[in-house]
């Protein structure tokens, strides 16, 4: 038996590997020169594979969606893919923030070794192979350098990414042509437009670090960065899902200082300058004390009990967010309506869908990638339902 799978990302090579495994063929499509290029991007900063927290709390992450992904990490739960990583010969740990890492911090010894074992299960690969749509059936056409190729395969999954970091081929192009109920792709853990003055952004690249954003009734402490359009940051994504233009962030610039305590300091300032008084006994950096006198001001603000309450809930109303090639992830695609519990789709038999195709999102920190590789791994079962020739206890029973 032999699948196509179209996408060489995280879904598709862990949905590959699965395949192999079952000793089904698989044939890899990429439209770009090389596999994995979008994650050996995510890994230039450290590849962030994984969260440690416990699976209620790691859930909530995917939002209105975490019931539908729920199964994919019954299937492959965070410490299982810390024990893959492990097979790989890549050692992790566990930060301090509870994200989990290689020891090296490093993507490209991953996927190497990754590739190598693929490879080794007999796994092919065709790069320079973009898939526009055209198919009969579970024939697929593929535009080429050297022209059209066909190929055929008993059951098809579909892995093309998103809509962010076109350049890396998830262009979301799929959208026009995919036969299935589409959410709109839109930007996600992306920056966000702020009014700033020109004070504000000649800060444009000062982190803020050890602040707290606030908003709908969720805290995230972390780090944001000013930019001149704006914020963008780590905590300033963990909150991605209560994010709309017009919604008004409360930043705590003093997270580890109560607000009476705040007060009373304060009240000692005496003759000093407020910018030597604050950077002196609270440290506040000079991007934040731009921050702080960032917009109009009403008489008095400067009194100890309305500055204490600045400090502690600076408001911050979004403009709109930055555009989808921008933004680290994207959410929407395709509707989970449309899909079987094994994600097949209702209306093309035999063609699955896994990773950023799919209609759901979470917050950078680990969850994204967990979440791709869990996908891959559910639809791999499906297509393993669907298609394996070996006997019921050597198989996933049906989802669907």
């Keep these: 038996m032999k699948a196509l799978i179209v996408g060489g990302g995280p879904a598709g090579l862990m949905a590959a590997e699965r395949l192999l ?13 090389s596999l994995g290029r979008k994650f050996l991007l995510a890994g230039r900063g450290g590849l962030n594979l994984t969260h440690s927290e416990a699976l209620p709390a790691f859930l909530d992450r995917y939002g209105p969606e975490a019931e539908a992904v729920r199964p994919w990490l019954d299937a492959l739960p965070p410490e299982a893919i810390r024990a893959w990583a492990t097979g790989l010969g890549i050692e992790t740990f566990v930060g301090t923030s509870g994200r989990v890492f290689p020891t090296d911090f490093k993507a490209a010894p991953l996927l190497r070794a990754w590739l190598t074992r693929l490879r080794g299960l007999g796994l092919r690969t065709h790069t320079r192979h973009r898939w526009t749509g055209g198919a009969a059936g579970n024939t697929l056409t593929f535009d080429t350098p050297t022209g059209p190729v066909t190929a055929t395969g008993d ?16 262009d979301g192009a799929w959208t026009g042509f995919l036969p299935a109920p ?12 702020l009014d700033w003055s020109p004070i504000l952004k000649a800060k444009a690249g000062s982190p803020l670090k050890a602040v707290a954003l606030t908003t709908g009734g969720q805290r995230v402490r972390g780090e944001i960065i000013l930019t001149d359009y704006g ?18 962030l409360h930043l705590d610039l003093l997270p580890d200082h109560e607000e009476r305590s705040v007060v009373e300091k304060l009240a000692q300032r ?10 002196k006994n609270f440290r506040l950096s000079p991007a934040a004390l731009a921050l702080l006198n960032e917009g109009p001001r009403a008489a008095g603000w400067d009194a100890p009990a309305p500055l204490a309450r600045r400090l502690k809930a600076l408001p911050l109303t979004l403009g709109e967010p930055r555009p989808i090639a921008e933004a ?8 989970f309506s449309g899909l079987t519990p094994g994600l097949m789709l209702l209306e093309r038999p035999g063609w699955f869908i896994a990773g950023e195709m799919l ?18 791994v559910q639809a791999a079962r499906g297509m393993l339902a669907l298609i394996s020739p070996r006997g019921p206890g050597q198989v996933e029973t049906p989802q669907d």
């Design 359 to 376: 209609d759901w999102a979470a917050p950078t920190g680990g969850y994204l990638l967990t979440a791709c590789l869990a996908s891959g």
């Design 328 to 335: 680290i992830s994207s959410a929407g695609g395709v509707r």
């Design 155 to 170: 059951a098809v999954l579909l892995a093309l990414g998103g809509a962010s970091w076109p350049h890396l081929g998830s």
């Design 182 to 193: 589409i959410a709109p792709l839109r930007p996600f853990n992306c920056g966000w437009t």
């Design 231 to 248: 914020l963008e940051g780590s905590a300033l994504y963990a909150l991605s899902h209560h994010l709309a233009p017009g919604v008004t």
């Design 270 to 279: 005496g003759s000093a300058s407020l910018g030597s008084f604050l950077k």
């Design 21 to 33: 495994e079952a000793g089904v063929s698989v044939d890899l499509y990429d439209a770009m020169p």
